[in-house]
């Protein structure tokens, strides 16, 4: 089916990066409704939306607005905050509302089993408070989705979940860039994997920069060399016909050579320090369950 309500509840820098890269790159015969607390982030969500684009948006506020929201939702992004998710279910028949829609949480640190747990647990509906009354897939898209170029991972579903709506899932988010699956044991690491490459992104295309203009190269052009270097590498590194690092770096690589001896220098002073990041985001992102 082509035709789809998408329901964003709590649009923060995510949720609005995701709505802005489906409405861009999306199925056209999609529709969305963006729901958000106050009538100031309804602004905020109208005004960083494109003219043509908030034509197909319709946006509303307000707690006692959320189970109109969704009430014809196909699919339904949780995008708030994962503290103030129970306060969100505790809306008055919304649970059983999102029984039978797809739902995608974003909710960085929050399992499948836990979000099915806070269903099962305020629904009141007669003979179907049971996990099967639900789908719930769990997502963590990047930025990128904004210019449809995010990375998502989804957690694998359990074989008790039906195919056919997780295919939908992945149809929805692969508009908005690269989807890798992933098993749900090691997501907040692969979580924290992707945290770490986008900061080191960061601080590459920074410290490059600064490091140009003392050398004398204007900071417009050192800019635009680092970040479409970047750009440029990470593409050779990807994709079906994707270079492995060390394929990379011989075909780069002459007697000699500058990338050569940048490669042996960053070996030298930035690899631990890169390892030691990895490690310790990994560390931080499996204590948000604790």
Do not use: W
Request: charged residues 20%; aromatic residues 2%; glycine residues 6%.
């Amino acid at each position: 089916m082509d035709e789809l309500e998408i329901v964003v509840l709590g649009c923060g820098s995510i949720g609005t990066a995701l709505l802005q890269g489906l409405l861009k790159k999306g199925n056209p015969r999609y529709t969305y409704v963006a729901h958000v607390n106050t009538a100031l982030s309804a602004e905020r969500i109208e005004s960083e939306l494109e003219s043509e684009a908030r034509q197909r948006v319709v946006i509303t506020y307000g707690q006692d607005k959320i189970v109109h929201a969704v009430a014809n939702a196909d699919v339904v992004l949780l995008g708030v905050q994962p503290q103030t998710l129970p306060k969100l279910l505790d809306s008055q028949g919304l649970v059983d509302t999102l029984q039978d829609k797809t739902i995608i949480s974003m909710l960085a640190g929050v399992s499948v089993s836990q979000i099915l747990d806070m269903l099962v647990a305020k629904s009141t509906s007669t003979g179907r408070a049971n996990r099967e009354a639900f789908t719930v897939a769990r997502i963590i898209p990047t930025l990128g989705a904004t210019r449809g170029n995010s990375v998502t991972l989804l957690a694998e579903p359990s074989e008790s979940d039906t195919a056919d709506r997780f295919r939908r899932v992945e149809k929805i988010l692969s508009q908005c860039g690269s989807v890798i699956r992933v098993e749900e044991s090691v997501m907040n690491s692969a979580t924290a994997i992707g945290a770490v490459v986008h900061a080191l992104a960061i601080v590459a295309v920074d410290s490059v920069t600064d490091a140009s203009v003392a050398a004398g190269v204007p900071r417009s052009v050192a800019a635009a060399i680092a970040s479409q270097s970047l750009n440029s590498a990470s593409g050779l590194l990807s994709g079906k016909d994707r270079m492995l690092p060390e394929h990379l770096k011989a075909a780069m690589s002459t007697p000699g050579g500058i990338t050569l001896n940048a490669v042996v220098d960053l070996d030298d002073s930035a690899r631990s320090g890169i390892a030691a990041a990895v490690k310790a985001a990994v560390k931080y992102a499996n204590r948000m369950n604790d």
